[in-house]
């Protein structure tokens, strides 16, 4: 038990924050305790029945099966290396950051309506993480290596072969916010 507690104090704050908020919402979806249309972006449930939750609830549904296991694994990855090596010792300003890109997704996502901005959310802090490590290469589920600098345009185009237009479009909006930040 004291492994885990020390495991889970590791994971910087903000980057715990995500990875719990992405747990806690996720999970319940996933089994079943709690309905998909309790938790996406609908701004008429916030503003007639006060469901002040549905933005939070937005960005932190991650979805199902391995692509969720890739996306925990990148936001601990490039959320801890953002924390802990670009804004060392400014964990308010990362978490001003995130606040920020998440803000810039809402305004974004208005004539798109997507129920869901996870993807957006993930897309931006992928962006942020490429631009503070320009000369990495990486591997995309080790069959293609990519200059880390093509990386989020390289997993755009993932999306949409996996995913279609929408998903695509998710996540351009958040490499959208990601670089306007």
């Given at each position: ?76 990855r ?59 290469k ?16 390289a ?10 237009p ?16």
């Amino acid at each position: 038990m004291a492994d885990i507690q020390g495991l889970i104090k590791d994971v910087p704050p903000v980057t715990r924050f995500m990875l719990v908020s992405t747990a806690i919402v996720t999970f319940p979806v996933l089994l079943k305790m709690v309905s998909p249309a309790q938790v996406y972006l609908s701004w008429p449930h916030m503003r007639y029945n006060y469901e002040i939750w549905r933005p939070w609830t937005a960005f932190f549904f991650g979805g199902s099966g391995f692509p969720l296991i890739y996306d925990f694994f990148l936001i601990y990855r490039n959320g801890s290396s953002l924390e802990k090596e670009t804004y060392f010792g400014r964990t308010a300003e990362y978490a001003w950051a995130n606040l920020m890109i998440a803000v810039f997704i809402l305004i974004t996502n208005i004539p798109f309506g997507f129920p869901f901005l996870f993807r957006s959310l993930l897309h931006a802090q992928n962006y942020l993480w490429c631009r503070a490590n320009p000369s990495m290469k990486i591997s995309l589920f080790g069959l293609l290596t990519v200059p880390v600098p093509y990386y989020p345009a390289a997993l755009i185009v993932l999306d949409l072969v996996l995913g279609g237009p929408a998903k695509g479009i998710s996540g351009a909006i958040g490499m959208f916010a990601g670089h306007l930040w």
